[in-house]
């Protein structure tokens, strides 16, 4: 069977590549799974693909990046709202996701997966349970993911826990599954679940077997001045400790940090995940992005679960991170435009270890999205960058691609039955809290 050509043309192409180059009326052609040409237009281009479609007013770039998220989580959204960090995890969260079933994380995860690919994500990273439902979602609607068990544990002394185990056997099951759709990692919860001997155990079998790690790390003041009053150090310091960091772990929100935390961040290499929406909601501060991208940390971009969040737009994310950074430094030119485009899309594409995604340009995973800019909110066009970070919204995005294949086509998902995804959650959600 020959391989699918597309060829966009006369659009509008915000490439991240590593000039920042934003091209204007340019192509972007599609052999199979990959990009193979971006470029001019000429007569004789549209003769080398099957499927031409026309770009103009239109804005091409790569699909989002969701770098942290906990997609069963959608079916929560709205359920417990306005509390802190702990009081809504432990009074709040946890015993309802006691009553989740295989099911009901297949239907939240379709639910989340349904939301995402219409506002543009094309990848995502997770951290949950019931993972095979989540990845069976992902190898059914065609989306991009990076897949863990969370992991929670007191005791280091057993062979192996029962959620360990579950990860393991997962990443043996999943890791490439979907025509390498999936990847897998490790997901340690983070320090206040899990104690440092089960941290060390997790770090040891991770290194084993060459598998990654996410963790939620130094997330609020109070995780911070707990694990100091037991352990005497910071999170940050506790995972270093344990054998968790190195240039392929993925830590969530590192919002409390001090100059030696940032240090070993910086020295481990650690992707650092930002997460402002969340830590707005949450009131769990505000991270000190600058300060870390200014180490040269790199900083990727996620959405946190739709229960403290609320929604799954990266958009709405990428607006919210630069105009956080801005007033809580006082710094209008904080974060600017092409910094924070990069966060939701090269940033996490390399905080998730898959380097061919992320950039337009020749040789990289054709996952692209299409953004409809014939609309009063992007006139007049000065900037398409000014435009997408300050003015644009998630209904704006038209067309998905991934690996090649369009998922997502004048807003239609057509890898999903949308009716059939929003009645399944509204009653898993209904059962869940009759």
């Given at each position: 069977m020959s391989k699918l050509r597309i060829?966009?043309?006369?659009?509008?192409?915000?490439?991240?590549?590593g000039n920042n180059d934003l091209l204007k009326k340019s192509c972007i052609g599609i052999s199979g799974t990959t990009i193979d040409y971006v470029g001019d237009y000429n007569a004789d281009l549209e003769d080398n693909y099957h499927t031409v479609m026309n770009c103009r007013g239109k804005i091409v770039m790569p699909g989002f990046i969701n770098a942290h998220n906990h997609t069963p989580?959608?079916?929560?959204?709205?359920?417990?709202?306005?509390?802190?960090?702990?009081?809504?995890?432990?009074?709040k969260i946890f015993p309802i996701e006691d009553k989740l079933t295989p099911e009901a994380v297949h239907a939240a995860a379709n639910l989340a997966i349904l939301e995402m690919l219409k506002g543009g994500t094309t990848c995502f990273s997770d951290m949950y349970f019931f993972m095979d439902r989540v990845a069976q979602a992902v190898g059914d609607s065609g989306i991009r993911a990076v897949l863990s068990r969370g992991l929670q544990g007191e005791s280091g002394e057993e062979d192996l826990d029962y959620r360990l185990q579950e990860n393991i056997e997962f990443y043996k099951s999943y890791h490439h599954a979907f025509s390498g759709r999936i990847q897998v990692m490790f997901g340690?919860?983070?320090?206040?679940?899990?104690?440092?001997?089960?941290?060390?155990?997790?770090?040891?079998?991770?290194?084993?077997?060459n598998v990654p790690v996410q963790i939620h790390l130094s997330e609020t003041k109070d995780e911070v001045k707990n694990c100091i009053e037991k352990?005497?150090?910071s999170p940050i310091k506790l995972a270093d400790s344990a054998g968790l960091l190195n240039e392929r772990t993925l830590a969530a929100h590192c919002v409390v940090v001090d100059d030696e935390d940032i240090e070993i961040l910086y020295k481990r290499k650690v992707n650092v995940v930002h997460n402002p929406r969340s830590n707005m909601k949450l009131g769990s501060g505000v991270a000190p992005i600058g300060k870390l991208l200014d180490k040269g940390i790199n900083i990727a971009l996620g959405t946190d679960g739709a229960s403290s969040n609320n929604n799954l737009d990266m958009l709405g994310e990428m607006r919210m991170a630069a105009y956080l950074q801005k007033v809580f430094t006082e710094d209008p030119t904080a974060l600017p435009v092409d910094q924070v485009i990069k966060m939701a899309t090269v940033n996490g594409a390399k905080a998730l270890n898959m380097h061919?995604?992320?950039k337009i340009e020749p040789g990289m995973k054709a996952d692209i999205i299409i953004i409809d800019t014939e609309k009063a909110h992007y006139y007049p066009k000065y900037n398409?960058?000014?435009?997408?970070?300050?003015?644009?919204?998630?209904e704006d995005v038209e067309t998905v691609?991934?690996?090649?294949?369009?998922?997502?086509?004048?807003?239609?998902?057509?890898?999903?039955?949308?009716?059939?995804i929003l009645f399944d959650a509204q009653e898993w959600a209904e059962k869940l809290t009759k």
């Open positions: 060829l966009l043309k006369d659009a509008d192409v915000i490439t991240v590549n989580m959608s079916i929560l959204r709205n359920y417990a709202d306005d509390l802190k960090l702990m009081d809504w995890l432990f009074n340690p919860h983070s320090v206040y679940t899990c104690s440092l001997p089960y941290l060390k155990k997790v770090a040891n079998k991770a290194a084993q077997m352990y005497g150090i061919e995604l992320g398409a960058k000014s435009s997408l970070v300050y003015s644009s919204n998630s691609i991934i690996d090649g294949r369009i998922i997502m086509k004048d807003k239609e998902v057509l890898t999903m039955d949308e009716e059939r």
